[in-house]
T-cell receptor, first 113, second 111 residues
Framework: DAGVIQSPRHEVTEMGQEVTLRCKPI?????LFWYRQTMMRGLELLIY????????DSGMPEDRFSAKMPNASFSTLKIQPSEPRDSAVYFC???????????FGPGTRLTVL | DQQVKQNSPSLSVQEGRISILNCDYT??????FLWYKKYPAEGPTFLIS?????DKNEDGRFTVFLNKSAKHLSLHIVPSQPGDSAVYFC??????????FGKGTKLSVIP
């Protein structure tokens, strides 16, 4: 199994631009999580899905952030418009059954200039 | 208000000695606890877990201890090896399908 796949691995963009991060979870997993890692706040949960349905998006910082999961093998996290304070590493993780071990992707390092 | 605190941002240990990483939480409703390890430029990987019905769980060189009354858990690595050098995150859950993580502790094992 290839594990959780994220793209791109690095993204550099200018303030105001739209950014789309992509994630392919492990096949058969029914939960998908989006996290953001910063020095100040550590690893924080943004949103999670169960069977492609968003369950809790209370961690999404602002309306500029949106996430979708159109099918079991693909999810996107979009930031529009992006701001310098959005610079962070964004991780996608998936699991089977929710509580328990989550498998993380390698992350996308986002830099907003 | 941090629900999960890892008060030591970094820790240095000599190879072969014991590494002890600590984690404190505030909500007594948390009932599932995990440790993840993260190398640079990689995602966190699961290391070991413990549920609230136990106070200790071992897996090879790694042991997690849970003190529910103190709302404290710790990860012991014995003996420490240079390959253990990484950032360690503790994660806690409360029956829902989401984890809250601490900010991490960077462990450096000196050869």
């Amino acid at each position: 199994d290839a594990g959780v796949i994220q793209s791109p691995r690095h993204e550099v963009t200018e303030m105001g631009q739209e950014v789309t991060l992509r994630c392919k979870p492990i096949s058969g997993h029914d939960y998908l999580f989006w996290y953001r890692q910063t020095m100040m706040r550590g690893l924080e949960l943004l949103i999670y899905f169960n069977n492609n349905v968003p369950i809790d998006d209370s961690g999404m910082p602002e309306d500029r952030f949106s996430a979708k999961m159109p099918n079991a093998s693909f999810s996107t996290l979009k930031i529009q418009p992006s701001e310098p304070r959005d610079s962070a590493v964004y991780f996608c993780a998936s699991s089977w059954g929710g509580l328990g071990e989550q498998f993380f992707g390698p992350g996308t390092r986002l830099t907003v200039l | 208000d941090q629900q999960v605190k890892q008060n030591s941002p970094s820790l240095s240990v000599q190879e072969g000695r014991i590494s002890i990483l600590n984690c404190d939480y505030t909500n007594s409703m948390f009932d599932y606890f995990l440790w993840y390890k993260k190398y640079p430029a990689e995602g966190p990987t699961f290391l070991i877990s413990i549920s609230s019905i136990k106070d200790k769980n071992e897996d090879g060189r790694f042991t997690v201890f849970l003190n529910k009354s103190a709302k404290h858990l710790s990860l012991h690595i014995v003996p420490s090896q240079p390959g253990d050098s990484a950032v360690y995150f503790c994660g806690v859950g409360a029956g829902s399908y989401q984890l809250t993580f601490g900010k991490g502790t960077k462990l450096s094992v000196i050869p």
